[in-house]
């Protein structure tokens, strides 16, 4: 049987969390605020961006302008232009799975196209990119997966799931699909038939065994 696999954006396909995290320490900073990118990654990874926003602003008593988000879009969109590199050994490890595949992220779609096409790799996915914008439901709410599958035209059993971050990967497991954990910072993971793994170098042949 055919598999579909379902990638995660930021963190597995490109290196972005760093970047998108630094964008909201400059933003921040503008209100005389002052964050840590690292710290901001750790804590937030996957989450939904609102969700950030909201929590930051009521943990430091600031109502955020209204234009605060498209201006942190805008900061991170140049921050890409400049910065931004795919994940080491995703390529590689993408030649190797020629089968069906889809972006599946909790940022939006212009975001996702400016991040694979930056890296490289639109190609691989071509039209194939489900943001969770479009479709209203963000991780960890697994229909989001399911949601792609099923327009993939599978069943969530034929369908593999790769992320970067706990958010993802409880998104993926609740779908009931088998989930790959790219690890890359030793995290703890509760859902016991999720496979973790730390190089991007072992992806074709953890795929190719399931």
């Known amino acids: 049987m055919e598999q579909c696999l379902l990638f995660d954006c930021d963190g597995t396909l490109v290196d972005s969390e760093k970047l998108c995290n630094l964008g ?7 209100l005389g605020i002052k964050l840590d990118a690292e710290q ?37 969109a ?3 232009d400049s910065e931004l590199q795919p994940i080491a050994g995703i390529k590689a490890a993408l030649d190797l799975l020629p089968g069906p595949k889809a972006v599946v992220s909790n940022g939006p779609a212009d975001k996702i196209k400016q991040a ?18 479009d479709i209203g439901i963000w991780k ?33 497991y609740k779908a009931g699909m088998q989930t790959l ?7 703890t993971c509760a859902f016991p038939s999720v496979i973790t793994f730390n190089t991007m170098d072992e992806l074709p042949e953890l795929i190719n065994s399931q």
């Open 24 to 30: 909201i320490v400059i933003k921040f900073d503008e």
């Open 40 to 76: 901001l990654m750790m804590k937030y990874r996957g989450w939904e961006l609102a969700a950030v926003f909201e929590q930051l602003s009521a943990e430091f008593g600031v109502t955020l302008p209204s234009d605060f988000v498209a201006e942190y879009r805008s900061v991170v």
């Open 78 to 80: 140049g921050l890409f």
């Open 116 to 133: 694979l096409a930056l890296c490289g790799l639109t190609h691989y996915f071509g039209s194939n990119i489900y943001s969770a914008y």
């Open 140 to 172: 960890p709410d697994p229909a989001i997966y399911t949601f792609a599958a099923k327009d993939m035209g599978f069943d969530s059993k034929d369908c593999i799931v790769i992320e970067d971050g706990l958010v993802g990967v409880e998104a993926g």
């Open 181 to 187: 954990f790219y690890n890359r910072f030793n995290q």
